[in-house]
């Protein structure tokens, strides 16, 4: 029988753990079977918010749950050396899902405030990671009373972008009781970036950035990471990798990057002259070429070579083989020419004499 009030309705609230997920169990059963088919259309979206709650209560007891079986080192007696691994073994999930799980439970931890309103209901899961990722600026004094403020005014109706409005209301008003941001200690000292490479110059970027670094970034992102027409079918995180990828080319090639170690880098393209002409667009290599002789600008054409040398300054080399025969032949051509002009094949018969014909051979001719 229930009591008066319960919210155990037509049956007693469970006694125990186990007693409670066999109760789950049979309800999600039912919900998966006959329930939800025998719903009017029009009560389905009250199902859905319903459905919503129970899935941060659910996630609010599954952390409370993890963070005892971290803290007791539970995962130890299976043979296994972090939670994460344990639950990607056992809960049969993807590492990277395990490591978000692992994620939740600590910052669940850090933000007391934020986990109790999702085990009640007014948070879902996605909301309270984004509060606590607003949230985790503040100093600890200050955390309990910002998360309070925003859980609040969530269960209140505010949605996410009013939400957003308080955190930074709430963040500015704390800084602006910082010391003097002008003043060298300005409270950023933790602040760093770590660009770490492969063996293969794939690379992975972690760090810490100011407000206002963070600020400059993200709009650089949204403006050069926008979807480029209606078949670009890359993610928003891959579209923001090639954002950046295209905000440091941009900026090589207006050369507002400092020359690295004092010197500009330096490409040396080398290519045979009989390559270079029976390539495809040879002509305009090899107008390029010419022009950078001249000493005018000369491009590569190329992703490639435009990635490569995209802040190297170019010195053409273009490498080549004299054919003797078409040397003999220029050499034949011009002495008949001088043959057919009349000039003399006698050499001089006293020293300090000149033929017309070595004459018109000489340099000075």
């Known amino acids: 029988m229930c009591t008066e009030g319960s919210s155990w309705p037509g049956a007693e609230p469970p006694q125990t753990v186990a007693e409670a997920l066999r109760m789950m169990d049979a309800a999600l059963d039912f919900l998966n079977g006959p329930g939800v088919r025998g719903v009017e259309a029009a009560g389905l979206g009250g199902v859905l918010e319903a459905l919503a709650g129970l899935g941060g209560k659910l996630a609010a007891a599954r952390a409370t749950t ?29 590492r990277k899902a395990a490591n978000a799980e692992v994620r939740q439970m600590r910052q669940f931890d850090a933000h007391p405030v934020i986990a109790a309103a999702v085990a009640a209901g007014d948070l879902s899961g996605s ?23 925003l859980a609040d005014t969530a269960s209140a109706g505010a949605d996410l972008e009013d939400l957003a409005v308080v955190a930074q209301a709430a963040y500015e008003k704390w800084r602006s009781q910082q010391p003097d941001p002008d003043d060298p200690d300005d409270g950023h000292d933790d602040r760093y970036l770590k ?15 100011t407000p206002e670094c963070a600020a400059s970034l993200q709009a650089i992102l949204e403006a050069l990471g926008k979807k480029a027409g209606p078949d670009d079918d890359r993610t928003e995180a891959q579209r923001f990798h090639d954002a950046l ?12 990057a400092p020359d690295r170690a004092g010197a500009g880098a330096h490409l040396d393209g080398v290519i045979s002259l009989a390559r270079l002409r029976n390539l495809p667009g040879a002509t305009e290599l090899e107008e390029a070429w010419l022009a950078a002789l001249a000493g005018q600008p000369g491009y590569f054409a ?64």
């Open 66 to 94: 993890l963070a005892r079986f971290d803290a007791t080192r539970g995962y130890a007696a299976d043979g296994y050396g972090s939670t994460a691994s344990w639950l990607a073994k056992k809960a049969r999930t993807t």
């Open 127 to 149: 909301w309270a990671e984004k509060i606590a990722g607003w949230t985790g600026k503040f100093p600890a004094s200050w955390r309990d009373d910002i998360d309070k403020l």
């Open 195 to 209: 660009l770490a490479t492969t063996i293969d110059g794939a690379g992975r970027i972690n760090g810490d950035l």
């Open 245 to 256: 990828q295209l905000a440091c080319q941009l900026l090589l090639r207006a050369d507002l």
């Open 302 to 365: 190329g992703k490639d070579a435009e990635i490569v040398a995209c802040d190297a300054v170019l010195h053409p080399v273009v490498t080549g083989t004299p054919d003797v025969a078409v040397v003999d032949q220029m050499i034949g051509i011009l002495l008949a020419h001088l043959d057919e002009a009349g000039y003399s094949d006698q050499e001089p018969s006293e020293p300090g004499t000149t033929t017309a014909r070595s004459k018109a051979l000489s340099p000075e001719a």
